[in-house]
């Protein structure tokens, strides 16, 4: 039994909180399901897949850092791992952080595509240097338009766009 199987013995609200706290589901996951399998309506997937994908973020921010410098420090796989994901969080992000400032963080989260949410945005905020209560601002700035997209286009309402 796989770990999303597990969510069906709880209720839909926290399933779907859950869901959005995974990395790669995130709310771009949460969302389509809340609506379509647990048939919530759009205010409760929205509210829970938002507040659910900051989670973690809050977490990220203040821990990555320490984690990750002490597990590169420890273990040559933990290395590796950490400089591949620095690496190419910093390539997809120098640009437009370059460009855009910390608003760019904001944007790069709220894109909906995959490798884009926030937990890359917080990569990306640690990696940059931003400061964590500043970042954590744009990181749920950038989720909350991130969530406006994924149900209208989930609703079906995507002319506006």
């Not at 909906?112 to 937990?119: E, I, N, Q, R, S």
Request: proline fraction near 6%; hydrophobic fraction near 55%; aromatic fraction near 16%.
């Amino acid at each position: 039994m796989i770990f999303i199987d597990y969510l069906n013995y709880l209720p839909p609200q926290i399933a779907t909180m859950i869901m959005a706290m995974l990395p790669i589901v995130e709310l771009r996951g949460s969302i389509p399901v809340a609506l379509t399998v647990y048939h919530l309506d759009y205010l409760q997937s929205y509210l829970f897949s938002v507040v659910g994908n900051i989670i973690p973020v809050v977490f990220l921010l203040w821990l990555l850092g320490p984690m990750s410098g002490y597990l590169m420090q420890r273990y040559r796989f933990a290395n590796r791992f950490f400089t591949w994901l620095f690496d190419r969080t910093r390539h997809k992000f120098v640009g437009k952080y370059e460009r855009w400032g910390e608003l760019a963080l904001a944007l790069f989260v709220a894109v909906p595509l995959p490798v884009t949410g926030a937990w890359t945005g917080a990569v990306a905020a640690f990696i940059f240097g931003i400061p964590k209560q500043k970042s954590l601002v744009f990181i749920t700035l950038g989720a909350m338009l991130a969530g406006v997209i994924v149900t209208l286009t989930t609703l079906g309402i995507t002319t506006i766009f």
